[in-house]
């Protein structure tokens, strides 16, 4: 899988959007990019995933750049229980394909 | 959507007694389910892939023998920390995906093993 690249951490205010980028410049033409959050103590959560087209659901938006070598995570209102570790993973879509988690951001929601 | 449920959330036993964690796919079937463990302040690490009807596939550095994996169903695996040492005292989460799911994993709410 290739690797990604986060910053450690990030603080965003209430109520605004929080963007989280990821680079990925090794990825290759068949990789997704899977976006997860794992609030303390807590199993991580899925949030969104997409291959070539920006995406959206209820959760958050994820756009990918043209060349494919960096995505933005977007939460749109951050809120107090956003406040979470962030992972942005690389991987074939394939079931059954172990999923590898590096570092991820610390994001602080502040009031 | 996609549950998966693990039992304990919390278990505190003795210096070589051995302690039994299961993970269950809720609403859906899992032929391949996943264990990590989680030290504090790190990231998840992957331990092995759990398949059913076969035996577990453990990652590199994971004792095979310490670390007993049975996933005897389409939506059950165990994952048994045999001889627990405090060093063995960690985070333990598992994973499954449901098959066909445009999503990606779902994710257990994590065993906290603390080993006195």
């Known amino acids: 899988d290739a690797k990604t690249t986060q910053p450690p951490s990030m603080d965003c205010a209430e109520g605004r959007a929080a963007n989280l980028p990821c680079n990925h410049s090794t990825i290759s033409g068949n990789e997704y990019v899977y976006w997860y959050r794992q609030i303390h103590s807590q199993g991580p959560q899925y949030i969104i995933h997409g291959l070539k087209n920006n995406e959206t659901n209820e959760m958050a938006s994820l756009i990918i750049t043209e060349d494919r070598k960096s995505s933005t995570l977007i939460l749109p209102h951050a809120t107090l229980r956003d406040t979470a570790v962030y992972y942005c993973?690389?991987?074939?879509?394939?079931?059954?394909?172990?999923?590898?988690f590096g570092a991820g951001t610390t994001v602080t929601v502040r009031a | 959507g996609a549950v998966v449920s693990q039992h304990p959330s919390r278990v505190i036993c003795k210096s070589g007694t051995s302690v039994k964690i299961e993970c269950r796919s809720l609403?859906?079937?899992?032929?391949?389910m996943f264990w990590y463990r989680q030290f504090p302040k790190q990231s998840l690490m992957l331990m092995a892939t759990s398949n059913e009807g076969s035996k577990a596939t453990y990652e590199q550095g994971v004792e095979k023998d310490k670390f007993l994996i049975n996933h005897a169903s389409l939506t059950l695996s165990t994952l048994t920390v045999t001889s627990a040492h405090p060093e063995d005292s960690s985070f333990y989460i598992c994973?499954?995906?449901?098959?066909?799911?445009?999503?990606?994993?779902?994710f257990g709410s994590g065993t906290r093993l603390t080993v006195v």
């Open positions: 994973s499954a995906r449901e098959r066909g799911s445009s999503y990606g994993y779902t």
């Open positions: 993973i690389v991987r074939v879509a394939t079931n059954d394909y172990k999923l590898s």
């Open positions: 609403d859906f079937q899992a032929t391949t």
